[in-house]
């Protein structure tokens, strides 16, 4: 598999953004300014990542999503497993806020639970976001230290 910045034309990747954040109205307020990453295997274009510069050394990760047929193999833990490598050489840590139903995706790669962002979810999307039939409403933030 092969990671590779884009640099032009990142609107392209938009459905694939679309599977971990399903308003694009919410993407492009982060897809200008982060830098975008896709995920390449044999097949094509199967993993999208977006990182976002923070202003005090820090990195967020606004956006990591696996094609469908792809998930559930550990291909999105190896790709993020990989963005936490490259990021590393600009930023000190990594910040990435998710939901309760996908935190542990996040903890079992070494983040450490830092905050919550109370009606994230209800105040700036659109309309209802459910995850596993439940409806997300908190943002909870999770923390990871790049550099020793």
Do not use: W
């Not at 790709?79 to 490259?86: N, S, T, V």
Request: net charge negative.
């Amino acid at each position: 598999m092969e990671i590779k910045k884009i640099e032009n034309n990142k609107h392209d990747y938009m459905s694939l953004l679309l599977l971990a954040d399903p308003e694009e109205r919410m993407i492009m307020r982060y897809l200008s300014d982060g830098d975008l990453y896709i995920l390449k295997n044999e097949k094509g274009t199967i993993g999208a990542a977006v990182i976002y510069p923070l202003g005090d050394g820090g990195c967020e990760l606004k956006n990591i999503a696996v094609a469908e047929e792809f998930q559930g193999k550990g291909i999105g833990k190896t790709f993020l497993k990989r963005l936490m490598q490259i990021a590393a050489e600009d930023y000190e840590y990594m910040l990435v806020g998710t939901t309760s139903g996908t935190e542990g995706f996040y903890i079992s790669s070494g983040f450490v639970y830092s905050h919550t962002i109370p009606g994230f979810f209800v105040d700036n999307y659109s309309g209802p976001i459910f995850e596993n039939g439940v409806q997300c409403i908190d943002m909870r933030c999770f923390k990871k230290k790049l550099r020793e």
